[in-house]
């Protein structure tokens, strides 16, 4: 079974088509900034920390402390999607500003890089699941490309054989991973943007959460409550971001694509409504998000329907689906995947009857 990625043949070119969309969106005022709606949330999430720090005090030495934990993990989740919007420069009216408040969130609220983070899904954002380009297909743990599942060794190769299946599980421990890529990242040698101010907010934060943990509680239950935290951030961030692009087709490295069909026909969106944008951050209108990465999180709704509308009239496919139905794509992909790190001497036979 061998891999094929998909080439401007494909995609038939639309060169026209993200002037005509951008300028409906434009003239609708969805590009307009929401700064109602983010105050709403942060207010909202202060008071949510407000409680948990207050249960953590009232609960003292209890086996119940880790569901303070696991709020706080929903929390820093929830404060990483508004350091992504900030990024985007969709919160606030000016882009110095908007970086300044999406580093604060994500590095002195949820403890990691922005640096690290902004480098990587810049060029996400540029070239989505094209081979060579997008750094969120590239070799990690988990392979998502059938190339990487093949040269695959040892204990690895058993892991991406059964990576679809393990994908989930293998989420929890990427809230630590999170955390660990963005230190490595500012203390790499080389010029780092805003090196010594992430480190300093990284440490006082870590401080913030860490001390008073083992400071009051047993040592076991400090070490479970920081576990628990990093794993429902792990699996909430992991799972807020998975539906977006696996499964959907991958981009030949030398593939001549226009931006409109690039974005639209690797992004898939993901159905619920209010709900939905709630829970994902903004997320299920990945589609949107691509094509107006400044849009604010309120506007993409509408921006939706102007988006699907064109897409139907043009004969452009336009995916979206519900939440299970996504994670059941990706875990059915990644299997896939990981069918190339199987033992080329194996076969149906042998494993069936044995071997001699």
Sequence with gaps: MRQTYSG????????????????VVKETGLLRRAGWFYALVGAALAVCFGGVITGFILLGDSWFQLLMAAALGILFTQVAFLAHEAAHRQILSSGPANLRLARILAAGVVGI??????????????????????PDIEFDTVSFLEVDAAKTRGPLRWIT?????????LLTLEGLNLHVLG???????????GRWLELGLIAVRLAAVIVPVFLLLPLGMAFAFIGVQLAVFGVYMGASFAPNHKGMPIIAPDA???FFSKQVRT????SGGW????????????????LFPNMPRPHLAKAREIVRDYCISHDVPYTETTLLRSYGIVIEYLNRVGLAARDPFDCPASAQFGRA
């Design 267 to 270: 992004s898939r969106n993901v």
């Design 256 to 258: 001549k694509l226009d």
């Design 183 to 193: 230190l490595k990242h500012l203390f790499a040698r080389g010029p780092v943007k």
């Design 161 to 169: 054989r059964r990576q679809g299946w393990l994908f989930f599980p």
């Design 275 to 290: 709900w939905a944008t709630w829970l994902m951050g903004g997320l299920n209108y990945q589609v949107e998000h691509h």
């Design 113 to 134: 890089s922005l640096s690290w983070w902004d480098a990587k899904h810049t060029r996400h954002h540029g070239n989505p699941n094209r081979v060579g380009k997008d």
């Design 8 to 23: 401007a043949g494909d995609f038939p070119p639309l060169a026209k088509a993200y002037t005509q969309v951008s300028q």
